[in-house]
């Protein structure tokens, strides 16, 4: 199906590991500003997360223009949305690499004499929430301005690029931050541990609702905005991408962490399940991760094919 049509698995990573990226960035800053260094290593490894998701993000486009001396042309407009959001991963992944200086992994602390200097810490925070922010909305706003499908003109996409870029980022912290469990030894560190994954879950579980609800939103509602994006959405339901959808969208990427979340709110933290903590939000990790790129293939070929 994707031979003929113009984006395929590339535009889908892109937009997946953008989302993903400009969540992180945004999670850690917030942390950040709440809690200051309570939870570092949602710190230390947000700002891993992000830096790397945003490189993987370029790699996707390049992948994409099918030649790597055609990234440049991405630079050509400046007034375009391509540019804007190609200048936007140009700055944040500097930016990144040095806010992870601030918060170094424990192999590298104390290498970098200006990681206790607040002010600045504070200043790197602030520009990385904003590109963050503008990183994730870019993911949402890309497929409506594109204008060649009227699918893509829901503002419940963007919402929804939005809302997932934030909870991938999350279960991806979260993901990188289970094998610390076994690894700590201190029980007080521990303790500490599973209270900064239980924030995480339960924001995630949260988020997890409200995709829910926005992505039945715009698959029943899509006959609304006109009979092409109705077509659209007729595939997700009974057509040739239902069975992604229904089985890893919905099954596989929302209903399955958010079960799996559920029971580590409920019993997680107590003597008997504690120790199964890591490796059940690891596999609600690892299903919230592929539902979301699930979730941007199907709407990014669903709203091509009535299109093509």
Not at 164 to 187: C, R
Request: net charge neutral.
């Amino acid at each position: 199906m994707t031979e003929i049509l113009p984006w395929g698995w590339p535009i889908a990573f892109a937009l997946f590991f953008g989302g993903l990226g400009g969540g992180a960035f945004m999670l850690t800053s917030v942390t950040s500003f709440l809690t200051r260094d309570d939870f570092r290593d949602i710190l230390k490894y947000g700002a891993i997360v992000g830096t790397v998701s945003a490189i993987l993000a370029i790699l996707a486009f390049i992948v994409d223009l099918g030649a790597p001396e055609r990234a440049l042309f991405v630079y050509s407009n400046p007034g375009s949305m391509i540019t804007i959001g190609s200048t936007i991963l140009a700055i944040i992944i500097p930016l990144g690499l040095v806010y992870s200086t601030f918060v170094p992994p424990d192999l590298l602390k104390g290498r970098f004499p200006w990681s206790g200097n607040i002010r600045a810490r504070t200043a790197v925070e602030v520009l990385m929430f904003i590109l963050g922010a503008a990183l994730a909305a870019y993911t949402g706003f890309v497929l409506g301005l594109v204008g060649s499908s009227p699918f893509w003109g829901s503002p419940l996409i963007e919402v929804l690029f939005i809302l997932s870029g934030t909870s991938t980022a999350i279960m991806a912290i979260g993901l990188f931050m289970t094998p610390l469990y076994s690894a700590t030894k201190v029980e007080r560190a521990k303790k500490r541990l599973i209270e900064a994954l239980h924030r995480l879950d339960l924001a995630d579980g949260l988020l997890i609702i409200i995709e829910l609800v926005i992505v039945m939103a715009l698959v029943f509602t899509a006959t609304g905005i006109s009979e092409v994006a109705g077509m659209s959405a007729d595939v997700l339901i009974s057509g040739s991408l239902s069975t992604i959808f229904w089985g890893g969208v919905v099954g596989l990427g929302l209903a399955l962490p958010f079960l799996i979340l559920i029971f580590l709110a409920w019993r997680g933290r107590t003597a008997a399940y504690i120790r199964l903590y890591p490796p059940l939000l690891a596999i609600a990790s690892i299903s919230v991760l592929v539902g979301g790129l699930l979730m941007r293939y199907v709407i990014v070929i669903a709203g091509q094919i009535p299109v093509f």
